[in-house]
């Protein structure tokens, strides 16, 4: 999957324009030293290197190191976050959890995990990550929860609960804390398991 966002030519922060031909491939580069050397470990010379790029290329779009981490975390999951309106809540639950282990299993997921211990003690980095793929991956499951109340399979307000907290924490909890494998049949045991019993016993017609 890509990782670019649809707007893969706004001017960088500090930088000339971008040339958007060579945008995915340092991208990918800056993702895999993310998830091998972490936030600390990364440098923009590392960076060029690994994207077979001259530094001069890395410099002119980016001023630090921060610049560049921000503003690659702050386009993450753009593209990775799929619609998910197959007519009924079940079939949501079931595209977008498998669109969520599609991403942990991701040089996007590998970097995220990489950069988590690191937000703490960089503000900008949080924000990024608060502004860009938390608020990408919230708003595609707050769509998810509006179709399903148009069409009365839950009550209204259900986004902002508890319930659909716990819709999504076993493929985190394996992600961030078990390390064990996660892939579609585990989405589809979430969705039988925990998903569509805790919905029912929310009074949810599903």
Same mark, same amino acid.
């Given at each position: 999957?890509?990782?670019?966002?649809?707007?893969? /030519?706004? $001017? +960088? =922060?500090? @930088?000339?324009?971008?040339?958007p031909?060579?945008?995915? /491939?340092?991208?990918?580069?800056?993702? =895999?030293?993310?998830?091998?050397?972490?936030?600390?470990?990364?440098?923009?010379?590392?960076?060029? &290197?690994?994207?077979?790029?001259?530094?001069?290329?890395?410099?002119? =779009?980016?001023?630090?190191?921060?610049?560049?981490?921000?503003?690659?975390?702050?386009?993450?999951? &753009?593209?990775?976050v799929?619609?998910?309106?197959?007519? +009924?809540?079940?079939?949501?639950? =079931? /595209?977008?959890?498998?669109?969520?282990?599609?991403?942990?299993? +991701?040089?996007?997921?590998?970097?995220?995990?990489?950069?988590?211990?690191?937000?703490?003690?960089? $503000?900008?980095?949080?924000?990024?990550?608060?502004?860009?793929?938390?608020?990408?991956?919230?708003?595609?499951?707050?769509?998810?929860?509006?179709?399903?109340?148009?069409? @009365?399979?839950?009550a209204?307000?259900?986004?902002? +609960?508890?319930?659909?907290?716990?819709?999504?924490? $076993?493929?985190?909890?394996?992600?961030?804390?078990?390390?064990? $494998?996660?892939?579609?049949?585990?989405?589809? &045991?979430?969705?039988?398991?925990?998903?569509?019993?805790?919905?029912?016993?929310?009074?949810?017609?599903?």
């Amino acid at each position: 999957m890509t990782v670019l966002s649809p707007d893969d /030519v706004r $001017p +960088s =922060r500090g @930088g000339r324009p971008r040339d958007p031909s060579r945008d995915e /491939v340092i991208r990918a580069a800056i993702l =895999r030293l993310l998830a091998d050397v972490g936030y600390a470990g990364l440098t923009m010379d590392a960076v060029a &290197a690994e994207a077979g790029v001259g530094k001069a290329t890395i410099y002119r =779009r980016w001023r630090t190191k921060e610049d560049l981490v921000v503003d690659t975390v702050s386009d993450l999951n &753009a593209a990775e976050v799929v619609e998910g309106d197959t007519g +009924s809540l079940e079939g949501d639950l =079931r /595209v977008m959890l498998r669109a969520l282990v599609a991403m942990v299993n +991701s040089p996007v997921g590998a970097a995220t995990q990489a950069l988590l211990s690191s937000m703490q003690h960089q $503000p900008a980095l949080a924000e990024a990550f608060r502004s860009g793929p938390l608020a990408i991956w919230t708003a595609a499951f707050n769509d998810m929860w509006v179709r399903a109340e148009a069409r @009365g399979e839950v009550a209204a307000g259900l986004a902002q +609960s508890l319930v659909s907290e716990a819709i999504g924490a $076993p493929i985190v909890q394996r992600w961030l804390v078990n390390g064990e $494998p996660i892939d579609d049949a585990f989405a589809d &045991a979430v969705v039988d398991v925990v998903a569509l019993p805790v919905l029912r016993a929310a009074g949810a017609n599903v």
